[in-house]
């Protein structure tokens, strides 16, 4: 068993489609072209795409992408182009705004990795349009650091039962969370994925964005958009407006 099998069952309760209200309302106006970094299984995408929207997404991992494909397949060639790799695959044709959700800021490791990011975004990104993307907090990490194990999920899949567990170790000196997903099936070896979330500040994440021509307009929470996120809200959304 492969992680992206049981992905969108371990992410059932997700809100994806109130993520996209809110997202289309921080954006402003009603786009019709927008584009999406990091759509993973398409479930972000389905939602845009029941919008009426024409979306360009694009995900690194081979294994997400055939899922988005396989959700979104209706809508292929129609309204929806699907890319396998980074923001640099995506069309330089420009668009009335962009999404990244799922804090994939957070899977960025360097400097160097996270200017390319928002650069490529604002090359193709309409004057005047913005960006909306959610992020851990580099503040809250450091004044309330995470825990080193979420409580054990059993998700039944047919006549299978797996335990899914999340464990993770946090460097605050590197501003790193190393996150480890164990998950164990019945009558199987326990499987375990291992991968790393850099944890930026806000400062920072603002910083890049100016160097990439957008300004961050606002820093808010999903649960209150309305609301300026304060240093100890975990998981916080940047709109960005394209200069």
Known sequence: MKFHEIYDQIFAEKPYEKEVSLAMALLGGQPSKVLEIGCGTGRHTEALLRRGLKVTAVDTDPAMILLAK?????????????????????PRKPVDGALSLFHVVNYLQTEKDLLRFFSEISLRLKTGKRLVFDAWNGLAAILDPPRTTTPARTICRGQERIVFRTKTTT?????????????RSQGGKPETYRYTHRIWLPAELCGFLEMSRMKCERICTWKNPRRQATPRDWKIVFVARKM
């Open 70 to 90: 396989e959700r979104n397949r209706f809508y292929l060639g129609k309204r929806l182009r699907l890319a396998l790799g980074g923001v640099d695959k995506a």
């Open 171 to 183: 460097d605050l000196w590197k501003m790193r969370a190393d996150l480890e997903v164990v998950i």
